[in-house]
């Protein structure tokens, strides 16, 4: 796993840096490829075009993180549907558990830097009323389920995410149990997969991406989305690692709400240009918050 994400912050770098570009560029102020999504995000542009690059850097860390846990995320539900595991607790908690476990997996000080924005992301909109993100409304977002991947995180690097579990109030005696959490939520996922892994460090063919044309208003995290290869990293790192009976696609698209979801019928997870915006829109929001995550990594 490490190998396959040993390219994203050069990526990340890159699109960021591709990205800044093409907001300064006139031309984009004036582009009207595209119609406007049904959830409109009009200042948005102008938002992203007025930071530095070191600034248009540090919010797209934020989104990255994010936008990779919501990926493993229905990347899990995938795997739940397609090879018909058994879930003995809750689908959500086990897929939960799957992202958190395979973002830790990579090992790196990266990757960790993701994991912990997807963390901080997750208890702002915990404790926010953001009615219009439909993935996390859907997904029964709360405290409580943010402390138990939380727990996760410690209980496999207690050196890497201690403070950020004490920032966010951990309580102690949670933090005692977290280590033999991480064990049996890992040892859980080899336990249901481990008949259908790959014995190959190529991928099996299985999943393909498609990137959607992107509504004018949503362009930036189209381009971002694309450039950094967030999607296909996800993508080749599941069909390398387990033999799918059946093509699965991976779609970024827009949807006219702020979502990403696995649909079992088209056998496709979707993560909308939305969902993107909306993080983009909620990291702009909380200076205070931003400002001390970054201060912190």
Not at 187 to 200: C, G, H, K, N, Q
Not at 206 to 215: E, G, L, R
Not at 248 to 258: H, M, P, Y
């Amino acid at each position: 796993m490490v190998e396959l994400f040993a390219l994203l912050p050069t990526l990340l770098y890159a699109a960021v840096a591709s990205l800044w570009l093409s907001l300064a560029a006139p031309s984009v102020a004036a582009n009207t490829h595209g119609t406007e999504s049904p959830q409109t995000f009009p200042t948005l542009a102008g938002q992203l075009a007025a930071l530095s690059p070191e600034q248009l850097e540090e919010l797209f860390v934020f989104v990255a993180g994010n936008t990779l846990f919501t990926l493993y995320h229905e990347s899990g539900h995938m795997l739940v549907s397609e090879l018909e595991l058994p879930v003995l607790a809750q689908e959500e908690d086990a897929v939960d558990n799957l992202a958190t476990v395979s973002m830790l997996g990579a090992d790196t000080d990266d990757m960790d830097l993701y994991l912990t924005q997807a963390m901080i992301g997750w208890f702002l909109i915990a404790e926010e009323d953001y009615d219009d993100l439909v993935f996390y409304d859907e997904h029964d977002l709360d405290q409580q389920r943010g402390y138990k991947m939380l727990c996760l995180m410690v209980g496999a690097d207690e050196d890497a995410f201690l403070d950020l579990a004490r920032d966010l109030e951990l309580p102690e005696e949670r933090i005692e149990s977290c280590a033999f959490d991480y064990e049996q939520a890992s040892a859980s996922w080899e336990i249901v997969t481990d008949p259908y892994l790959r014995d190959s460090d190529t991928p099996g063919g299985k999943i393909k991406v498609v990137h959607d044309p992107a509504t004018r208003d949503l362009e930036a995290m189209a381009v971002f989305l694309k450039e950094s290869g967030l999607v296909e990293m996800v993508a080749k790192e599941f069909d390398t690692f387990y033999e799918l009976p059946k093509t699965v696609t991976f779609r970024s698209t827009a949807c006219g709400e702020k979502n990403a979801f696995w649909d079992p019928q088209t056998r496709e997870v979707i993560l909308c240009h939305e969902l993107l915006a909306g993080l983009a829109e909620i990291y702009l929001s909380v200076p205070e918050e931003n400002e001390k995550a970054q201060s912190e990594d």
